[in-house]
């Protein structure tokens, strides 16, 4: 028996198991592409004021330094997509992956739970499960285990599903059969290069993260600047615009993970109770959500950015 490629298709099939949409694995080492790509991103300051983003540079390119003897990376792929949207066509908006309960508190429990069975199936296995919490290239990685392409948009992009998923991986110190990347299919479109309000998407598969609405309404901690006025499609908390008008996400389907779905309210919510928003509202919606990360006066900000 070919014992990486049984213990593979174990791996496989208890992700499956447990809700992700795909699972692929490789090589752990340097990401030689990549390295030139994140140095050249740095220096263009299209992280803006995302700090973080210049820390740890030789660990985001090398997973061998966060899990010490690590053969290989498992990437995971899991859908968010949802089966409703907000009802009043004129609120402000938010992300669909934010709909829910944190994604990072529902995946790490999924992982942890994949790591417990590779260690009660094949034994003594070492390794660490990370979802969007580390400085990894995540989608490098699941690009590179054949879940998909990296699009114009710099989301991970697969031909059955589109783009509506987290990705996370598993770490460990076991070698298995390695999986190849698959071919881009984006060809000429340029759906969300046209479609994207500030203009953040470049022609050359990058994103300026200084220019998105994702940045300026999460990430971005001090005043919105005045000249990006007008400019936000009514988004107060992320941005799909991107996705939403990409020809891959036809595909899309409804997700069945019930801690995704939204609070019913959230859904129900008009303008006009969005921008009369209190604290106590904003607790109740939000609690074990994602928004969170914005804190209430965070959302306030961007609410009122977007009325006045």
């Given at each position: 028996?070919?014992?990486?490629?049984?213990?593979t298709?174990?791996?496989?099939a208890?992700?499956?198991?447990?809700?992700?949409?795909?699972?692929?694995?490789?090589?752990?080492?340097f990401?030689?592409?990549?390295?030139p790509?994140?140095e050249?991103?740095?220096k263009?300051?299209s992280?803006?004021k995302?700090q973080?983003m210049?820390n740890?540079?030789?660990k985001?390119?090398?997973?061998t330094?966060?899990v010490?003897?690590s053969?290989?990376?498992?990437s995971?792929?899991?859908?968010?997509?949802p089966?409703?949207?907000?009802?009043?066509?004129?609120a402000p908006?938010?992300?669909k992956?934010?709909y829910?309960?944190?994604?990072?508190?529902?995946?790490?429990?999924?992982?942890?739970?994949l790591?417990?069975?590779?260690?009660?199936?094949?034994?003594?296995?070492?390794?660490?499960a990370?979802v969007?919490?580390?400085?990894?290239?995540?989608k490098?990685?699941?690009?590179k285990?054949?879940?998909?392409?990296?699009?114009?948009?710099?989301n991970?992009?697969?031909?059955?599903?589109g783009?509506?998923y987290?990705?996370?991986?598993?770490?460990i110190?076991?070698?298995?059969?390695?999986?190849?990347?698959?071919?881009d299919?984006?060809?000429s479109?340029s759906?969300?290069?046209d479609?994207?309000p500030?203009?953040?998407i470049?022609s050359?598969?990058?994103?300026?993260?200084?220019?998105?609405?994702s940045?300026?309404?999460?990430e971005?901690?001090?005043?919105?600047?005045?000249?990006?006025?007008?400019?936000?499609?009514n988004w107060?908390?992320?941005c799909?615009v991107c996705?939403?008008?990409?020809?891959w996400n036809?595909?899309?389907?409804?997700?069945?993970?019930p801690?995704?779905?939204?609070?019913?309210e959230?859904?129900s919510?008009?303008?006009?109770?969005w921008e009369?928003i209190t604290?106590?509202?904003?607790s109740?919606?939000?609690?074990?959500?994602?928004?969170?990360?914005?804190?209430?006066?965070g959302?306030?900000?961007?609410?009122?950015f977007l009325?006045e």
């Amino acid at each position: 028996m070919n014992l990486k490629n049984h213990y593979t298709s174990l791996l496989k099939a208890e992700a499956k198991r447990l809700g992700f949409l795909s699972c692929g694995v490789s090589k752990a080492g340097f990401l030689e592409e990549e390295a030139p790509r994140l140095e050249a991103w740095l220096k263009k300051n299209s992280h803006g004021k995302m700090q973080y983003m210049e820390n740890h540079f030789d660990k985001r390119l090398d997973p061998t330094l966060l899990v010490e003897d690590s053969k290989s990376v498992v990437s995971l792929i899991y859908n968010y997509f949802p089966e409703d949207t907000q009802h009043d066509p004129e609120a402000p908006k938010i992300s669909k992956y934010a709909y829910g309960r944190d994604y990072h508190f529902v995946i790490k429990d999924k992982l942890k739970q994949l790591l417990e069975f590779v260690k009660a199936e094949i034994g003594e296995v070492h390794g660490r499960a990370f979802v969007d919490s580390a400085p990894i290239l995540e989608k490098a990685w699941a690009k590179k285990s054949g879940l998909g392409w990296i699009g114009k948009h710099s989301n991970l992009l697969t031909q059955q599903v589109g783009s509506f998923y987290f990705i996370a991986e598993l770490i460990i110190d076991l070698e298995l059969d390695y999986d190849l990347p698959v071919t881009d299919h984006c060809g000429s479109c340029s759906a969300c290069i046209d479609a994207c309000p500030t203009e953040a998407i470049t022609s050359e598969y990058g994103v300026d993260g200084s220019k998105c609405i994702s940045y300026f309404t999460i990430e971005l901690k001090e005043q919105i600047p005045s000249e990006m006025k007008g400019q936000f499609d009514n988004w107060m908390f992320g941005c799909d615009v991107c996705q939403d008008v990409c020809p891959w996400n036809r595909f899309s389907k409804a997700h069945n993970e019930p801690l995704f779905n939204p609070k019913p309210e959230l859904l129900s919510m008009t303008k006009k109770d969005w921008e009369e928003i209190t604290q106590e509202t904003f607790s109740k919606v939000f609690q074990h959500s994602a928004v969170k990360r914005t804190k209430f006066s965070g959302l306030k900000r961007n609410i009122e950015f977007l009325s006045e």
